[in-house]
């Protein structure tokens, strides 16, 4: 159990739809980080949120955002779903940003129909 | 343009047999190179990270190594249980933690 929760775990969706994933970081630790799994692309880094602030940006569709509070929670957005957006989305976290092991939570599946 | 590739993309090998994975990448401010180990359906587990060329980090029957264009990834005398995909990720200068990940190697250990 690496610290870092996701949910939910699993979720079906129709196109168009809009849905939030919900990550809660390590104890500690100030960065968040959203990435992307599908068979054809592999990993992708989406975005990095470090104590409140936007941190850096990777391949974020226009379609999704994320913003991370005061507790240090983050949210994903993705809205206007397509079915190409069906993937495995993992939060990770680190106490900062550079130099620091990133933690992976265990993702959250979606499914876009 | 920063690359990372990772061979062979799978892997088989009878329990006992020693092999390596390779990461080569090619990277402007490389600040750290990084192993996870991911199960299907289950988010990546960090097993090192190498800082510098020559560095070496070793547990249990995997060791990483590192060297200016390549990392590998050493299993010596694999069990089933070592089954999984291992990726390598490369870390950046600059004020970001972020990861770029390669493909992976799927490994496949049969008893």
């Known amino acids: 159990d690496s610290g870092v929760t996701q949910t939910p775990k699993h979720l079906i969706t129709a196109t168009g739809q809009r849905v939030t994933l919900r990550c809660s970081p390590r104890?500690?630790?100030?960065?968040v980080y959203w990435y992307q799994q599908s068979l054809d692309q592999g990993l992708q880094f989406l975005i990095q949120?470090?104590?409140?602030?936007?941190?850096a940006k990777g391949n974020i569709l226009e379609r999704f955002s994320a913003q991370q509070f005061p507790d240090l929670h983050s949210e994903l957005n993705l809205s206007s779903l397509e079915l190409g957006d069906s993937a495995l989305y993992f939060c990770?976290?680190?106490?900062?940003?550079?130099?620091?092991?990133?933690?992976f939570g265990e993702g959250s599946w979606l499914t876009v129909v | 343009e920063d690359q990372v590739t990772q061979s062979p993309e799978a892997l088989r090998l009878q329990e006992g047999e020693s092999s390596s994975l390779n990461c080569s990448y090619t990277?402007?401010?490389?600040?750290?190179l990084f192993w996870y180990r991911q199960d299907p359906g289950k988010g990546p587990e960090f097993l090192f990270t190498?800082?510098?060329a020559g560095e070496e980090k070793e547990k249990e029957r995997l060791k990483a190594t590192l060297t200016k264009k390549e990392s590998f990834l050493h299993i010596t005398a694999p069990k089933p249980e070592d089954s999984a995909t291992y990726l390598c990720?490369?870390?950046?200068?600059?004020?970001?933690?972020?990861?770029?990940f390669g493909q992976g190697t799927t490994l496949q250990v049969k008893p």
């Open positions: 104890s500690g630790d100030l960065s």
């Open positions: 990720a490369l870390g950046f200068s600059g004020n970001t933690g972020k990861l770029i």
């Open positions: 990277v402007s401010g490389l600040r750290g």
């Open positions: 949120y470090y104590n409140g602030e936007e941190r």
């Open positions: 990770a976290s680190s106490v900062g940003g550079t130099r620091n092991t990133i933690y």
């Open positions: 190498l800082y510098s």
